[in-house]
């Protein structure tokens, strides 16, 4: 039987593996919640639907995807920034989870994120511009540039 108090020391312990700051141990939130080790691992995954270790991971794992996104930091620094202690072993998690090498993630994230105060370029379709001719260039910018004022 699942109590109020019970639920309330799992969101915490929770919280706790989200948390950037400190990195406490399975065993140490176990006892913070009350529970031996392996009723703390069993509740936890019974209530989130995945272990403490891998709640952990995926926090991560989010962590290294909007740290990647930005562009700021490089793969390794990233790696070991989020605690991990091999390269190869975060890249080869990243692209398991991900479905894409963390290098690759950053690439494309960047070409993804909108830039202010860049104009993005006007896209439309190529037929277009072979049924209408140069026209459909100016009749495209000035409907984008018309959103843009809007």
């Known amino acids: ?4 108090a019970t639920l309330v020391r799992l969101c915490q312990a929770r919280e ?3 948390d950037d700051v400190d990195d406490p141990s399975v065993a140490a939130l176990a006892r913070e ?3 031996s080790t392996y009723h703390f691992i069993r509740r936890f995954a019974a209530v989130f639907g995945e272990t403490p270790h891998q709640h952990r991971i995926a926090a991560r794992l989010e962590r290294a995807r909007r740290l990647l996104a930005r562009g700021e930091h490089s793969v390794t620094e990233v790696c070991f920034e989020l605690g991990f202690s091999s390269l190869g072993s975060f890249s080869d998690l990243f692209t398991r989870r991900v479905g894409v090498s963390p290098s690759r993630y ?11 105060g860049v104009r993005q370029p006007v896209l439309f379709p190529g037929c277009l511009l072979l049924m209408c001719g140069p026209a459909a260039l100016q009749i495209a910018n000035s409907e984008k540039t018309a959103r843009a004022i809007a």
Request: aromatic share 0%; no cysteine; glycine share 4%.
């Open 106 to 116: 950053r690439r494309q994230a960047r070409t993804t994120v909108q830039v202010p």
């Open 1 to 4: 039987m699942l109590t109020h």
């Open 33 to 35: 919640a009350g529970m």
């Open 16 to 18: 706790r593996l989200r």
